[in-house]
Nanobody, 120 residues
Framework: QLQASGGGLVQAGGSLRLSCAAS????????MGWFRQAPGKDREFVSA????????YYADSVKGRFAMSRDNAKNTVYLQMNKLKPEDTAVYYC???????????????WGQGTQVTVSS
């Protein structure tokens, strides 16, 4: 089970930190990913992180602005979002995978999303 939180309303240029808490004892065995879905659009890859956090991956649209991290002791991954833009507005989801993919179909255990709204 995955539970995303931390979304909200923020002005352009602002920051938010999303969290995704996982239940279960095998959290550290999985890559974790963040995806987002805006109204009328397909779900898109945002970021992913390896089992111990040594490797991170980002969509070009967020590179340099977002940073993903994880704390396996707390079974939690984070997405620090800086310099937010109106086009970042979406529902953000976290999910687990056995290795790095940018394709959402390779992920499972999707949690409920958290809404991020960036006003201009």
């Amino acid at each position: 089970q995955l539970q995303a939180s931390g979304g909200g309303l923020v002005q352009a240029g602002g920051s938010l930190r999303l969290s995704c808490a996982a239940s279960g004892r095998t959290f550290s065995n999985y890559y974790m990913g963040w995806f987002r879905q805006a109204p009328g659009k397909d779900r898109e890859f945002v970021s992913a992180i390896s089992w111990r956090g040594g490797s991170t991956y980002y969509a070009d649209s967020v590179k340099g602005r977002f940073a993903m991290s994880r704390d396996n002791a707390k079974n939690t991954v984070y997405l620090q979002m800086n310099k937010l833009k109106p086009e970042d507005t979406a529902v953000y989801y976290c999910a687990a995978s056995i290795q790095y993919y940018s394709d959402s179909r390779q992920y499972r255990n999707w949690g409920q999303g958290t809404q991020v709204t960036v006003s201009s």
